[in-house]
């Protein structure tokens, strides 16, 4: 399915932000010119992190607004101009899809178990299943798509499609796991050929984590330079 609203990398993070903002302090929104700017540029639970200025911003502001995808508002005994995003209205999406696309939007493409995590800052997702749950009609409308993953990792991932050219590129589309599949028993363990002594379950748990870590590293260090190649008008290969 098409979309009928497409983003560049700069929207698509003024629109995260401004979702963001309402659902973890809605005391503070709508959000002023100055509090956008700082949200676009903000250090944590950004990526790749940006240092904007209100020119550009002001300028993506207007572009949004003549797609209809963010409005502004002159609250009363306020001089100051107040912005709102719209994506409920223009994207149909709501409660967890809301925060998910929130997500998305301002990180990248993630892989399930991180995403969940996240999520949980600004609408609770309690497993696995709740998420693929949300997630599944937001593939079918177009708006998320699931990824293979990367090199030397077994986890997919999934990247919002509002704006390509912040999502990660040449990675086909796989079928959404279902909470039957995810239930199926894994497969017999084959047995280790002869070599090295085997390690301790602490050691090997310690190994898994600090695989995990650098399989994340690496996924934020490939949105990083997709990114810079998209600000100058290059390509990566994939």
């Known amino acids: 399915m098409a979309l009928e609203i497409e983003l560049d990398g700069l929207g698509a993070r003024i629109l995260g932000v401004l979702i963001e903002k309402e659902l973890t302090t809605p005391d503070q929104y709508p959000l002023s010119m100055n509090a956008l700017v700082a949200g676009c540029n903000q250090k944590n639970n950004r990526d790749p992190v940006l240092d904007l200025l209100e020119s550009d911003v002001a300028a993506s502001v207007q572009k949004l607004i003549h797609r209809f995808a963010v409005g ?32 998305l939007l301002l990180r990248g493409a993630q892989q399930p178990g991180e995403l969940r995590a996240r999520v949980a800052r600004m609408h609770p997702i309690d497993t696995l299943e709740q998420l693929f749950e949300a997630l599944k009609p937001m593939i079918e409308a177009g708006l998320v798509k699931r990824l293979d993953p990367l090199p ?62 650098l399989e994340e590293k690496e996924a934020r260090l490939r949105r990083q330079l997709d990114h810079l190649a998209w600000s100058l008008g290059k390509k990566l290969e994939g």
């Open 72 to 103: 502004s508002v002159h609250p009363a005994g306020s001089r100051v101009e107040r912005f709102r995003h719209n994506a409920r209205e223009v994207l149909k999406v709501d409660g967890p899809q809301l925060a998910i696309l929130c997500e």
């Open 152 to 213: 030397g990792s077994r986890a997919e991932r999934y990247a919002q499609l509002l704006s390509p050219s912040a999502a990660v590129p040449h990675a086909p589309a796989l079928p959404v796991p279902t909470p039957t599949s995810l239930s199926a028993p894994a497969p017999a363990p084959v047995a280790a050929p002869a070599g090295p002594p085997a390690v301790s379950r602490a050691e090997f748990e310690e190994l898994q984590l600090k695989l995990l870590e």
